[in-house]
């Protein structure tokens, strides 16, 4: 498909599947009294507010690799989302570098706007299909742990509550790619006064076997996300860690590492389709 397509707007959905958390729990005993289904139910709420309103903005990204990061600015064209490289280890691009990156730019937005009705329906589509790939898995994950109660402490300049998620016994997956979660456990910090979350963490606690892919997914895969207020009510990802561990037709090992900033948020023009 023509243009590039963000993998942080397939990556900020991985939000939705610590959001996913929030949506089954039980209400568990505390030495305040504090009942576990309000604060899951209300927190899924804004937290789906903060997904569905994600499209909005644009945003910087910064991928950090052991050799270096780039930085992106990531634009909503028309729909969909377009990275266009702005900085390579901090240092912004040379000149020449810049404006090869606003021809791209450009080339881009004059393709969209002369894409035919099939050619437009068919990128959105492509789009929509990782969204509710997003929302299939978030479905299972709702089904997948039982929550309690941890603490209430204090986590930067949030009071949060903390709620451990472990595997809820039964579980069955309905999908290959929801197989995953029967090896998880996570953590969530909800913010008390907004129940908007402020951080996540999930790993793997033990090895799962992924039918069809000939993979297991092994301990040593987790994921950490973090949320800051962006906007009026709106709170989205500032940091997304991911390290994962696999082994391939159970021979060949297999290890990634994601690890990514977004800042400088901000609405998205009302065509979706001018250059910065």
Same mark, same amino acid.
């Not at 909503?76 to 791209?104: C, H, T």
């Not at 080339?107 to 990782?130: P, V, W």
């Given at each position: @498909?023509?243009?590039?397509? #963000?993998?942080?707007?397939?990556?900020?959905?991985? !939000?939705?599947?610590?959001?996913?958390? @929030?949506?089954?729990?039980?209400?568990?005993? #505390? !030495?305040?009294?504090? +009942?576990?289904?309000?604060?899951?139910?209300? #927190?899924?709420?804004?937290?789906?507010?903060?997904?569905? /309103? !994600?499209?909005? *903005?644009? *945003?910087?990204?910064?991928?950090?690799?052991?050799?270096?990061?780039?930085?992106? &600015?990531?634009?909503?064209?028309?729909?969909?989302?377009?990275?266009? =490289?702005?900085?390579?280890?901090?240092?912004? =691009?040379? $000149?020449?570098?810049?404006?090869? %990156?606003?021809?791209?730019?450009?080339?881009?937005?004059?393709?969209?706007?002369?894409?035919? /009705?099939?050619?437009?329906?068919?990128? =959105? /589509?492509?789009?929509?299909? +990782?969204?509710?790939? +997003?929302?299939?898995?978030?479905?299972?994950? &709702? %089904?997948?742990?039982?929550?309690? =109660?941890?603490?209430?402490? $204090?986590?930067?300049?949030?009071?949060? *509550?903390?709620? $451990?998620?472990?595997?809820?016994?039964?579980?069955?997956?309905?999908?290959?790619? &929801?197989?995953?979660?029967?090896?998880?456990?996570?953590?969530?910090?909800?913010?008390?006064?907004?129940?908007?979350?402020?951080?996540?963490?999930?790993?793997?606690?033990?090895?799962? #076997?992924?039918?069809?892919?000939?993979?297991?997914?092994?301990?040593?895969?987790?994921?950490?996300?973090?949320?800051?207020?962006?906007?009026?009510?709106?709170?989205?990802?500032?940091?997304?860690?991911?390290? &994962?561990?696999?082994?391939?037709?159970?021979?060949?090992?297999?290890?990634?590492? $994601?690890?990514?900033? *977004?800042?400088?948020?901000?609405?998205?023009?009302?065509?979706?389709?001018?250059?910065?």
């Amino acid at each position: @498909m023509p243009g590039q397509i #963000s993998k942080s707007r397939v990556a900020l959905p991985v !939000s939705l599947v610590f959001a996913a958390l @929030m949506l089954r729990a039980a209400k568990a005993p #505390s !030495s305040q009294n504090v +009942d576990v289904s309000q604060i899951v139910r209300q #927190s899924a709420q804004v937290t789906l507010a903060d997904r569905k /309103a !994600s499209s909005n *903005y644009d *945003y910087y990204e910064t991928d950090r690799e052991p050799g270096g990061s780039k930085t992106y &600015s990531v634009l909503m064209l028309d729909g969909s989302p377009y990275r266009r =490289l702005v900085a390579v280890n901090g240092a912004p =691009l040379s $000149q020449s570098k810049q404006e090869e %990156e606003k021809k791209k730019l450009q080339d881009e937005i004059a393709r969209r706007k002369q894409e035919s /009705a099939e050619d437009r329906a068919r990128r =959105l /589509a492509d789009f929509q299909k +990782d969204e509710d790939r +997003d929302l299939r898995f978030i479905r299972e994950f &709702s %089904e997948a742990f039982q929550f309690r =109660l941890l603490a209430v402490r $204090q986590l930067g300049t949030h009071h949060v *509550y903390v709620i $451990q998620a472990t595997p809820l016994p039964g579980y069955k997956a309905t999908d290959r790619e &929801s197989e995953v979660l029967t090896g998880m456990q996570g953590r969530l910090f909800v913010d008390k006064d907004t129940y908007h979350w402020v951080q996540a963490e999930a790993e793997v606690i033990h090895p799962v #076997s992924i039918e069809g892919f000939l993979a297991t997914v092994e301990p040593g895969t987790r994921f950490e996300l973090d949320k800051a207020p962006v906007d009026a009510g709106v709170w989205l990802p500032t940091h997304f860690l991911m390290t &994962s561990n696999a082994k391939v037709l159970g021979l060949f090992r297999h290890r990634d590492h $994601q690890n990514e900033t *977004y800042s400088k948020y901000r609405k998205v023009n009302a065509s979706g389709l001018q250059p910065e």
